[in-house]
């Protein structure tokens, strides 16, 4: 296939090649023009601080993460949390953590995952390892694959497993409690 080019003068090839070399002969570059276009860096988040005479006011970022998705993940975290800790409890044999893991999964791929009070962040933030290390360490120990020899430990791992699962389950408490603290109310409560 043939691209006919048109017909370049010499002249102008001439000087592109002269200012080519130019640059590339340590001449100062041409700086970019100026633009009204300004970087500001993102406000940093300053945590509120308890005062004597009142609740803390939690500020917009709070209410805005309960308000917009929060407050469905951690009641439905700990909806799973405590239906599985309870069927554990009754001493049901086969407890199905699918829903549990799909809980935990759907908390840590929100977008808004981190409450702008960082105390309140680090109780969610724990209370969301400890169900999910519990939660594995109860798996690896279930009868799936455990030798007729080994079932002594394996009911001592998942004990340490649910044991596990109970803490997330009292971080998850902690952290429903501190945000009602914050102004953040359910529309229905969790725990009932």
């Known amino acids: 296939m043939r691209v006919r080019l048109p017909l370049v003068p010499l002249v102008t090839v001439g000087a592109v090649g002269a200012a080519l070399l130019t640059g590339c002969a340590g001449e100062p570059e041409i700086t970019p023009p100026k633009t009204n276009v ?21 500020g917009p970022g709070v209410i805005q993460w ?17 239906r599985a800790q309870g069927q554990h409890e009754d001493g049901k044999i086969v407890i199905d953590l699918g829903p549990l893991s799909a809980r935990l999964e759907e908390a ?25 290390s519990g939660m594995a360490t109860v798996l690896n120990a279930s009868g799936l694959a455990v030798s007729p020899t ?15 699962i109970g803490e997330g389950i009292q971080g998850l408490k902690e952290t429903d409690d501190r945000l009602r ?6 529309t229905k409560d969790p725990w009932k």
Request: proline content about 10%; aromatic content about 10%.
């Open 150 to 164: 080994n079932k002594e430990k394996a009911a001592e791992a998942a004990a340490i497993g649910w044991a596990e």
């Open 66 to 82: 309960y308000g917009t998705g929060g407050e469905k993940l951690l009641h439905g975290l700990i909806f799973e949390a405590l």
């Open 108 to 132: 840590r791929g929100y977008t808004v995952a981190y409450i702008p009070e960082q105390k309140t962040q680090d109780t969610w933030t724990k209370a969301r390892e400890r169900l999910s």
């Open 38 to 58: 300004s970087f500001k860096p993102a406000p940093t988040f300053t945590a509120p601080t308890p005062s004597a005479t009142g609740p803390v006011d939690p």
């Open 181 to 186: 603290a914050l102004g953040c109310m359910p």
